[in-house]
């Protein structure tokens, strides 16, 4: 049995089963994470014996038929923006270089009830902030399909991991895509539900009207399995939401008989790699032949989401990331003369480039004077791209299209560039601004091997439709 | 020729809500624990954390708003207001500047005239208090203390209605009283659960302009409110005569010096980069809430003074002085509801109450004993079981820690001592030891009497009927 190839559903029935233990599982991955973490560098924090000893704790739960669901006893990564009581949570930032959390965010909490076994925190763009794991403080973490190109950001270290099987499922967050476009360039699932479906209490917030916690995984089942895990009502976070139908695995059938299925053209313009464009068609005919109605059309607005997000983003975040200042935890500067001057310097030495220039885009579009032509006009776009996909989701269940428009560029290529690096958010950037649920899924690979991500969207609260057709899709990639 | 100049002042006046937990969190508000010991991640400020609105402070806030006559926003929403201190644990201030929850209302105040005026209300919002840093002068070093952080406040704006110290006192009295009615707070100056900032500006008589205003911190009583606008004014108006013109600043209030100081020009304000906190939601208010709250607000005082004059037999300054207070109010009419007389209940609180309050520097809100008790006491003097002197003796053991007065009387002794016998035995050998004043009685010397009523007494520890005394006095001489 090599259990870092198993998926979470496998290893949990195994264990179960008593093929094997919570145990052996968490020291096969540790093993596994000993092995290739120098290549690959997916983890901040590895807690070796943290791990080992919940291990123990859980198979004794497991024997004693306390913990029954398909996570207990399978290891989990959680991307480094998750509050972990204990656990160093670093957001891959020098400015939070030793702070450790005295709670544990709610969606942690799901899934410790479920018996998860915590091995430690992976990378990621530093505050979320970026596309390629680059921006972490810690280093990038590489692509284990190919450890010249990046792996995708910011959960680039959760999607990177699940790949290597450092980690049987990880956990990331999706502000802009931060989720499906590292898993589609690791060749892994991953997707962000509905805004408000998992509580955002203690995910250390990037733009907090846009953040959604979410799985990575290695196939669809375990991503319904884990999100049904992570979703509840919780009363510590305003924004979420009370839902009662969040039995997710129940929508796990091959079925897509009479789906309707829209292509926006939008999706498929320039910019767009002609390798991931007949990927992502051929995928939308492997549909249409299970029986799902595929039709083009044109989504429109779609070139203003990149410019509204950065402005709603930055403008959140440059406010959210005000506590970081030295004062009550994390990084202070070590010489200093007075209070503002102590700010500024553990601030300036805190925060890398790329988090820096969305505090002063944030600050400068919140600034007195700017404030309607920019942040208030955002807010109308996003209020019209919502409306958009409003009238799109009254024809079609899903709208599918790529994740990315391209596959994983090379490690420092994309840094050089800021405005490209952006730019490769087109297609994922508007779900988030939209508040609805995304899923990203393998779909094949371009001619260097790298993996690419099919992209399928849906209606508020509708990621059952996106879990059916996932899985099916899935289910014929595996017949081939 | 002089000119004459007149004064327009506006106010900014916070209020600490009497809510249990805090505004975005369940810690406690509570007074005076030990530093950081009601603190949770959410009012420190903790990574992660995310504010949930105690729907208490919404329903006071709207409470305010219905008694001051305002329009209560339907839809209303929190904004951050940045900036960086330490006190302040995310370096933001949640609050509200686009949609208060309350607008457009007004209070009306007795002028010097004797005649009514109104002062609008620009807005009533609801927001947070800050931490509390505390210099440590032997380590060279600040502390903070987040027990306050998180304590729910609302701040009532008004217009620029006031134009002198006298109506803005008489504002400040009117707000206080209508809050403290609602039991929406204690609002008191000097403990800082009502705070008032004092816009002021000064215009030559007649003229429409406003001139430039100034804003005034640190008024910590009535006094020092008074002292500053008076002094801010004679300032301004010295600036202009002196053909120098007023700076719009904010200034920080001295009272100990009598002066006030710059503390920041409009040159350097800062940009608050206001925005609606996107981890709230919007706060809808339902009719249904509005008639709920509608419902149970209270009878305010000129309601009550009303009431009073109707209903009991108590002279006008008492009703004033009564309704002055909440607890006051509250005290009385319970005491009443018991069976009291009203004009006992009244003289009890005008008389020892009020001045043990004064000696002891308290405030209604401090009074511990229960109506209950009081009645007792009324009905112990009543019924002849003390005596006057010995009920004010009881009463000031009440006053600090709410006794049962009979059990006390009991357990004490105090009773007034109807023994016939013994109350004869006693005058009988005060007769012996004194036949002087005997003597002089015997003259015609009518006060001779009350030496003799004193000495009994005093033989007697106070517990006699001063009355029966004089009565046993009489008969035997």
Not at chain 1, 181 to 206: D, E, F, H, N
Not at chain 1, 322 to 348: C, I, P, Q, W
Not at chain 1, 392 to 407: E, M, R, S
Not at chain 2, 179 to 194: N, R, V
Request: proline content about 4%.
């Amino acid at each position: 049995m090599n259990m870092t190839d198993m998926t979470a559903v496998q290893l949990s029935a195994a264990i179960r089963a008593g093929e094997t233990t919570a145990v052996e599982a968490t020291e096969a991955v540790l093993a596994r994470i000993e092995e290739e973490d120098k290549k690959y560098n997916c983890y901040v924090t590895v807690d070796r014996e943290g791990a080992l000893a919940r291990a123990k704790e859980v198979q004794a739960q497991i024997e004693a038929g306390d913990l029954v669901g398909p996570l207990a006893g399978v290891p989990v990564a959680l991307k480094d923006n998750l509050c972990t009581q204990g656990l160093l949570t670093t957001c891959s930032s020098k400015i939070l270089h030793n702070f450790v959390p005295t709670y544990t965010a709610e969606a942690v909490r799901n899934l410790i009830r479920a018996g998860a076994v915590i091995l430690g925190k992976t990378n990621m763009d530093e505050f979320a902030m970026g596309s390629t794991t680059e921006t972490s403080a810690f280093g990038p973490t590489k692509n284990p399909r190919n450890a010249e190109h990046v792996p995708g950001g910011s959960s680039g270290g959760s999607a990177a991991a699940v790949a290597a099987g450092e980690c049987v499922y990880a956990i990331g967050s999706d502000t802009g895509g931060s989720i499906r476009q590292p898993a589609s360039y690791c060749g892994v699932v991953g997707m962000k539900p509905t805004y408000g479906t998992v509580s955002r209490y203690g995910l250390i917030a990037y733009g907090s009207s846009l953040d959604q916690i979410g799985p990575l995984t290695k196939d669809v089942t375990d991503c319904a399995a884990v999100l049904e895990v992570l979703a509840s009502h919780d009363e510590k976070d305003s924004t979420s939401v009370t839902r009662d139908d969040t039995d997710f695995t129940s929508a796990l059938t091959e079925d897509v008989e009479g789906l309707r299925i829209g292509v926006p053209n939008d999706y498929l313009g320039e910019g767009l790699d002609e390798e991931v464009k007949t990927a992502v068609l051929q995928a939308a005919e492997v549909l249409e032949k299970k029986g799902a109605m595929v039709e083009r059309f044109d989504l429109s607005l779609v070139e203003y989401a990149i410019p509204a997000y950065y402005t709603i983003a930055a403008a959140e975040a440059s406010s959210n990331l005000e506590r970081f200042d030295g004062v009550k935890y994390g990084y202070r500067t070590e010489e200093y003369a007075g209070l503002h001057n102590m700010y500024k310097k553990s601030r300036s030495e805190g925060f890398g480039e790329e988090v820096k220039r969305r505090i002063m885009l944030g600050s400068f579009v919140l600034s007195s004077g700017y404030y309607d032509a920019y942040y208030l006009k955002a807010l109308k776009v996003k209020a019209l791209i919502k409306k958009a996909f409003d009238e799109a989701f009254a024809k079609y269940d899903i709208i599918l299209g790529p994740v990315a428009p391209t596959t994983a560029p090379k490690l420092g290529e994309s840094l050089a560039d800021p405005i490209r690096m952006y730019l490769g958010d087109i297609y994922t950037i508007a779900v988030n601004l939209a508040g609805l649920p995304g899923i990203s899924v393998p779909c094949g690979q371009d001619s260097k091997g790298l993996p690419i991500g099919l992209q399928m969207i849906g209606d508020c609260f509708q990621e059952k439709k996106l879990i059916r057709a996932a899985y099916t899709y899935e289910l014929c990639q595996k017949k081939r | 020729m002089y000119k004459e100049y007149e004064t327009v002042i506006g106010l900014e006046v916070h209020v600490e809500l009497a809510t249990r937990t805090k505004i975005f969190c369940g810690c406690s508000t509570a007074f005076g624990a030990e530093p950081n010991t009601q603190t949770c991640p959410v009012c420190t400020g903790m990574p992660g954390s995310l504010p949930v609105l105690n729907r208490q402070v919404l329903e006071y806030a709207i409470a305010v708003g219905l008694a001051t006559n305002c329009d209560i926003t339907r839809y209303s929403k929190f904004d951050r207001k940045n900036y960086f201190y330490p006190d302040n644990p995310q370096n933001y201030q949640i609050s509200q500047l686009y949609l208060p929850i309350c607008r457009n209302g007004g209070v009306e105040i007795e002028t010097a005239g004797g005649g009514v005026k109104t002062v609008g209300i620009h807005e009533i919002h609801m927001e947070e208090d800050a931490g509390k840093l505390i210099h440590d002068e032997w380590e060279d070093c600040s502390l903070v203390d987040y027990n306050r952080s998180g304590v729910p406040l609302i701040e009532i704006v008004s217009e620029p209605d006031m134009r002198s110290a006298e109506e803005v006192i008489a504002y400040l009295e009117k707000l206080r009283l209508v809050i403290q009615y609602l039991g929406a707070s204690d609002c008191k100056l000097q403990e800082g659960s009502m705070r008032a900032d004092v816009n002021l500006s000064v215009r030559e008589m007649g003229t429409k302009a406003f001139g430039t205003r100034t804003e005034m911190k640190n008024l910590n009583s009535f006094k020092a409110i008074t002292r500053a606008i008076e002094g801010e004014r004679e300032r301004q108006i010295e600036l202009i005569e002196a053909g120098e013109s007023v700076v719009q600043e904010t200034r920080r209030w001295d009272d100990a010096r009598g002066e006030s100081y710059a503390m920041r020009s409009k040159e350097d304000a800062q940009d608050y980069r206001y925005f609606p906190d996107p981890d709230l939601t919007p706060v809808s208010v339902s009719d249904k809430m509005l008639d709920e709250i509608r419902a149970r607000q209270p009878e305010f005082r000129t309601e009550k003074m009303k009431r009073y004059k109707e209903e009991f037999d108590i002279p006008a300054y008492d009703i004033e002085i009564i309704t002055g207070e909440k607890p006051l109010a509250d005290i009385f009419e319970a005491t009443v509801a018991l069976g009291s007389q009203p004009k006992k209940v009244s003289n009890w609180l005008m008389g020892e109450t009020l001045r043990l309050m004064k000696e002891r520097e308290k405030d209604a809100s401090d009074l511990c004993f229960s109506p209950e008790n009081l009645a007792k006491l009324i009905a112990l003097t009543d019924a002849k079981v003390i005596n006057s002197s010995v009920a004010k003796e009881v009463f000031e053991v009440m006053f600090e820690k709410d006794i049962d007065p009979e059990k006390y009387v009991e357990e004490k002794g105090l009773k007034t001592v109807n023994d016939e016998g013994a109350l004869k035995k006693t005058v009988e050998d005060v007769i012996a030891a004194n036949p002087q004043s005997v003597e002089d009685y015997r003259n015609g010397k009518e006060k001779a009497i009350g030496f003799l009523v004193g000495q009994t007494m005093k033989a007697m520890k106070g517990k006699a009927d001063p009355g029966a005394v004089n009565r046993m006095l009489k008969e035997l001489l």
